[in-house]
């Protein structure tokens, strides 16, 4: 499977974007997707992943009740809608395809897109 994200940018405290994430290749067997988020200096971590054929969503406390994700299966496209963005949301936000394991390792993914940047301004 091959990833693309895209949708980053630069925006004010309170705004919101919406990022993308393609998918091409062996998207038939695709279980569940996530993104990771990883700020400078900073490990990567985990936002929020969905199960690709049933839509059950799960995500950090961080940004529970801000951030949404979704996808279309049609499209073989995943999304993360970004509200109420704050500047501790500034990072480089990947998606990947989850493999096995603890949701929240990234280790537990493969197949990483190339990130976007998400930079959000006080």
């Known amino acids: 499977v091959q990833l693309q994200a895209s949708g980053g940018g630069l925006v004010q405290a309170g705004g919101s974007l919406r990022l993308s994430c393609a998918a091409s290749g062996r998207t038939f067997s695709l279980y569940a997707m996530g993104w990771f988020r990883q700020a400078p200096g900073k490990e990567r971590l985990f936002v929020a992943r969905i199960i690709w054929r049933t839509g059950l969503t799960f995500y950090d406390d961080s940004v529970k009740g801000r951030f949404t994700i979704s996808r279309d299966i049609a499209k073989n496209t995943m999304y993360l809608q970004m509200s109420d963005l704050k500047p501790e949301d500034t990072a480089v936000y990947y998606c990947?395809?989850?493999?096995?394991?603890?949701?929240?390792?990234?280790?537990?993914?493969?197949?990483w897109g190339q990130g976007t940047q998400v930079t959000v301004s006080s």
């Open positions: 990947g395809e989850y493999n096995s394991g603890d949701i929240y390792l990234p280790a537990s993914y493969h197949y």
